[in-house]
């Protein structure tokens, strides 16, 4: 769709240029939700992709991933450093249905600042306890975890000017194992629910985080693997669950239910 209010597109070349950011000028990444609907209160875009960010850093701290990292590069990064939790990444893209030709334009960053509830980049970082960097428009740096930058169905906690520039996802999250379940309400549709497991083998600690099914993502620690019990009455307890054309929020809990046990299973298995 043209943005026929927007009279400036400037690529920016380095942080400087996002001073520019503010009332009506706004980050552009793949543009993928950008030009999918009329933004008539827009008028700059202020280009991340040519600010050449390195999609992947790996590091003996783990793996920082760009912002501006597309679903194809994700979904594509090699499995050779054995991580067990590899698989996620490929498995999170999939919650996204939208053909190649979204998937090589959508970025991380682009998905989790515009926190649909069925944010599939969401759901990813949240479950792996990743921290995401800002770039907060006054010049200053923070890191918070990703799992409270989105606060709701479409709101974050950044401020006007600020810019995500990327998510840091710690070596011992990338040695846990992980168990995904999605689930929609069609077969090509968006995700109702997606729930994604991790149990950290170093202190055996297991983390269900729930997405797509509440306006924000929910998680659930337990300090080791919990009984099937004790599992479906914390799900029972999440309080964020929410009805749209893409679910009823009893049917989001009742899922939820449903896959929270599958994933507790399969780590159990896994633990062995
Ligand atoms: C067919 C199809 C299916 C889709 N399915 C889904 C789905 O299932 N779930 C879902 O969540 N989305 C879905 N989308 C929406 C969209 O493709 C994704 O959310 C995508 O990841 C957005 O990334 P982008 O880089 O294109 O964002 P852009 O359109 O460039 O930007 C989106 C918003 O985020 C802001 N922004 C971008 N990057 C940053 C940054 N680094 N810092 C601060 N603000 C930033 C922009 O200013 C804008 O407000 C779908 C889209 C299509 C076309």
């Known amino acids: 769709m043209d943005l026929n209010t927007v009279n400036r597109v400037i690529p920016a070349r380095s942080r400087a240029d996002l001073g520019e950011l503010g009332e009506g000028a706004v980050p552009l990444a793949g543009g993928s939700v950008l030009f999918a609907e009329p933004n008539p209160s827009i008028h700059t875009l202020i280009d991340l992709q040519t600010l050449g960010w390195e999609p992947f850093v790996i590091s003996d701290d783990g ?21 067990r939790a590899h698989p996620l990444f490929y498995q999170c893209c999939t919650a996204l249905f939208g053909s190649f030709k979204v998937w090589n ?14 944010g599939p980049m969401t759901s990813l970082f949240s ?29 974050t906690s950044l401020n006007s000017g600020d810019v995500l520039r990327s ?4 070596a011992r999250s990338l040695g846990s194992a992980t168990a995904y379940r999605k689930i929609a309400l ?15 083998p170093v202190d055996e600690s297991f ?26 009455t914390a799900i029972e307890g999440i309080g964020t669950w929410f009805t749209d054309a893409h679910g009823a929020a009893d049917w989001r809990l009742a899922v939820s239910v449903v896959l929270g046990e599958e994933i507790r299973l399969e780590l159990t298995g896994a633990a062995r």
Do not use: K, Y
């Open 105 to 118: 334009v959508a970025t991380v960053g682009g998905n989790i600042c515009t926190a649909l509830p069925a």
């Open 186 to 200: 069609s077969a090509i549709g968006r995700s109702g629910a997606v729930v994604i497991g991790r149990f950290d």
């Open 167 to 170: 998510l840091h996802v710690a």
């Open 127 to 155: 479950a792996l306890d990743a921290e995401a960097l800002i770039w907060r428009a006054d010049g200053s740096d923070v890191r918070i975890p990703v799992s409270e930058l989105v606060t709701g169905n479409t709101t």
């Open 207 to 232: 983390v269900l985080t729930v997405s797509a099914a509440t306006v924000r993502p929910e998680q659930l620690r337990f300090a080791g693997l919990p009984t099937a019990s004790e599992l479906r």
């Open 63 to 83: 793996l920082e991933v760009a912002a501006t990292a597309t679903l194809t590069q994700l979904s594509t990064l090699p499995d050779d450093r054995g991580w």
